[in-house]
């Protein structure tokens, strides 16, 4: 039903600042609620964020709340995950994910996306 595309990742200095964008396929995005994931360097996936159907309601982890926002635009498909004050251990490999349902359960979401390399430099 949905495919969904990250981009956005790329090399940052520690303090520094990135967007990262997953656009959506299909008709029904807006019917979803939307995550970010992301899975450090021998650790496993751990929630990031969420955003539910209609953005009016999200979700931060601890690691990154007051520092990354998560954001849709359901016009064109697409949710944004801005990051800032970015700290090496922020380096990962960030998925987003749709879901009918909200939660920080990677095991709930239905749709995946392919990920993208966020790499923090100290």
């Known amino acids: 039903q949905v495919q969904l595309v990250e981009s956005g990742g790329g090399l940052v200095q520690a303090g520094g600042s990135l967007r990262l964008s997953c656009a959506a396929s299909g008709r029904t995005f807006s019917r979803y609620g939307m995550g970010w994931f992301r899975q450090p360097p021998v650790k496993e996936r751990e929630f990031v964020a969420r955003i539910n159907w209609s953005g009016g309601v999200t979700s931060y982890a601890d690691s990154v709340k007051g520092r990354f926002t998560i954001s849709r635009n359901n016009a064109n498909n697409t949710v944004y995950l801005q990051m800032n004050s970015l700290k090496p251990e922020d380096t990962a490999v960030y998925y987003c994910?749709?879901?009918?349902?909200?939660?920080?359960?990677?095991?709930?979401?239905?749709?995946w996306g392919q990920g993208t390399q966020v790499t923090v430099s100290s």
């Open positions: 994910a749709a879901s009918f349902v909200d939660s920080d359960v990677a095991a709930r979401y239905n749709y």
